[in-house]
């Protein structure tokens, strides 16, 4: 058996029910066959693969908080400190209540490879919680984030670990977890990200993983004839994600059509408009019902959709495994030319394979979302030297990082012989720093 088969059999038998993990392991390893079994005996000795998926650390804790009536409430936190080859820790705090050890786990080892192609001194890790924000009170959410960092804190720092936002953790959360951690630390120091603009936060964070979805779907796009000017767009989710790329996509002459959330979704064929978005999902926290009610071009269907209406690129930037093989058909069948991803894993390994097959540019998140953890890399550069940079500066680093990620999986792809196809390209970028990083560590 191929030393690839052989890990990812491991995998599966030794982290039994995490099928998000399993499948992050596959895509990865799969498209990094060429590369091991180039460099077979080496890795094979140093049980490379081995250590690559067997996280350093994972931290598991009982987080209880009482709730406006009174009553305690118990949620679980994770923080799975995966690879520090190349930098500390750095990944989101993800809460939901789909979130258990198998997804933490899944989304911080992707996190390894996107944070590697960044060019940036960042490891990969990712937290989180089974905690539901939605439907708490202000002082709710302040006593679990408490409730939360009182236990994580022994385990990140500045130079450590340093958690960031990712799905029901924005501003408010972080704030929260960032004065707890102060108060019982007596630091100040950038041991998160995502911070708000008076306490640290750095300009542009907010807007990064969407204008960096657009700006490496402009490259790709550039380097192989074509632009997002005049282009149809359907994009999904309507959090700090989606209404990003929604912006940027507007900036840079293309049109989307329609968002989502986790009940269902708007078409509006006459361009979906951001001021009411982000009034509906960022000041009332509120269901896209009623962007349809303020807005008469707009329509609303209960469920999933987007993927249904004709338009040339597709951005997904909900969650993991919303579009699946019956909605790749259907982007094809309507001409699409393009997917990218903000999400992280929004594809299935079937669709993502089918929309290759059938000639679609098909960018993977860990490269089209990582403008976010890479702007995050620069607020820690920013604290470090005690400075804040202008939204213009942070947002061309930001543009020239996400140019440089699109080349370097270009290049990869095309070294390997799989022109093309960028899936492998970051992948193989990605995992070769890391491995060589390793490498030089020694046995650790
Ligand atoms: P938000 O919480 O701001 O928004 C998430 C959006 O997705 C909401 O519209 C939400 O709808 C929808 N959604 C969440 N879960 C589901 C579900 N199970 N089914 C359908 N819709 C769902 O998160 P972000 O925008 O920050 O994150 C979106 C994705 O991007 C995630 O995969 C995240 O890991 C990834 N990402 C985020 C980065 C960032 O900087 N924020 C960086 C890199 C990746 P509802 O409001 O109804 O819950």
């Known amino acids: ?34 590369v091991v079994e180039a460099n077979e005996e080496e890795y094979r000795k140093d049980a490379l693969l081995e250590r690559m998926v067997n996280p350093e650390r994972q931290i598991m804790f009982r987080v209880p908080w009482v709730d406006d009536k009174g009553q305690v409430q118990v949620n679980t936190g994770y923080r799975v400190q995966f690879n520090s080859a190349i930098g500390p820790y750095k990944g989101g705090l993800r809460l939901h209540p789909s979130v258990n050890i198998g997804i933490i786990k899944f989304l911080g080892f992707e996190q390894i490879f996107k944070n590697s192609l960044t060019g940036l001194p960042i490891g990969g890790g990712k937290g989180g919680s089974d905690f539901d924000p939605k439907g708490k009170s202000d002082r709710e959410v302040m006593a679990f984030c408490q409730s939360f960092m009182t236990e994580l804190m022994k385990y990140i720092g500045a130079d450590t670990d340093v958690p960031a936002g990712d ?177 992280n894993m929004p594809t299935t390994m079937e669709a993502t394979e089918y929309l290759q097959e059938k000639g679609v540019w098909f960018i993977p998140g860990k490269a089209a979302n990582a403008g976010g953890v890479a702007t995050s890399a620069l607020e820690m550069s920013q604290n470090s030297e005690r400075l804040s940079w202008t939204f213009e500066e942070v947002d061309g680093k930001l543009q020239n990082i996400m140019k440089n990620i699109f080349h370097s999986l270009d290049d990869a792809a095309k070294k390997y012989g799989m022109e093309g196809n960028y899936v492998a390209g970051a992948n193989i970028a990605g995992f070769l720093k890391v491995a060589e990083a390793m490498k030089a560590q020694g046995i650790v």
Not at 3 to 21: C, G, H, M, S, T
Not at 245 to 272: F, H, M, N, R
Request: hydrophobic content about 40%; aromatic content about 8%.
């Open 167 to 343: 799905i029901g953790t924005g501003a408010r959360e972080i704030g929260f977890m960032y004065g707890q951690y102060k108060r019982l630390t007596g630091l100040y120091e950038g041991v998160l990200t995502g911070k708000g603009l008076t306490y640290g936060g750095s300009l542009a964070r907010t807007e990064a993983t969407g204008y960096g979805l657009l700006y490496i779907t402009e490259e790709m796009l550039k380097c192989n004839g074509s632009d997002i000017k005049g282009k149809t767009i359907a994009v999904s989710g309507s959090g700090n994600v989606a209404i990003y790329a929604i912006q940027k996509a507007q900036q840079l002459g293309g049109k989307p059509v329609t968002c989502s959330d986790s009940t269902g979704w708007i078409y509006d064929p006459e361009g979906i408009d951001v001021a009411l978005l982000k009034e509906v999902k960022e000041v009332k926290r509120a269901r896209l019902t009623e962007y349809a009610a303020a807005r008469p071009s707009a329509q609303y269907h209960e469920g999933k959709g987007v993927w249904s209406v004709k338009v040339d690129i597709a951005l997904p930037c909900a969650t993991q495994n919303e579009l699946d093989l019956e909605d790749a058909k259907q982007l094809v069948a309507n001409g699409c030319i393009a997917v990218a991803e903000g999400a």
């Open 1 to 34: 058996m191929s030393y690839v088969d052989e890990v990812i059999e491991l995998v599966v038998a030794k982290n039994p029910a995490q099928p998000e993990f399993h499948q992050a392991v596959k895509e990865v390893l799969e498209s990094l066959r060429v």
